[in-house]
Nanobody, 115 residues
Framework: QVQLVESGGNLVQPGGSLRLSCAAS????????MGWYRQAPGKQREWVAT???????TYADSVKGRFTISRDNAKNTMYLQMNSLKPDDTAIYYC?????????WGQGTQVTVSS
């Protein structure tokens, strides 16, 4: 019953900004840690950022200072604000909810940074 749905991906110029959303359903969202991952064509999926149930955030070095992860528990939604985007940020972005039973993943949303 758990579903994670990403949205907000788009084509954007270098230096631009996007905000991604991950809407969760079928779960008690507020008690779960959440994370953002990304995967470029031909590359393995890499971790981008994590936010705990209490709002503590961590970031990959590649996005630190440019991306901000946040959550709105009332809306069962997690966000990734992406600023100063670079071509290397081009990837499919996925949200993840880890549990002791299994990890849940969304379907991904495409971010393309190009001029």
């Amino acid at each position: 019953q758990v579903q994670l749905v990403e949205s907000g991906g788009n084509l954007v110029q270098p230096g631009g900004s996007l905000r991604l959303s991950c809407a969760a359903s079928g779960t008690i969202f507020s008690i779960n840690n959440m994370g953002w991952y990304r995967q470029a064509p031909g590359k393995q999926r890499e971790w981008v950022a994590t936010i705990t149930s209490s709002g503590i955030t961590t970031y990959a070095d590649s996005v630190k200072g440019r991306f901000t992860i946040s959550r709105d528990n009332a809306k069962n939604t997690m966000y990734l604000q992406m600023n100063s985007l670079k071509p290397d940020d081009t990837a499919i972005y996925y949200c993840k909810m880890p549990t002791y039973v299994r990890a849940y993943w969304g379907q991904g949303t495409q971010v393309t940074v190009s001029s």
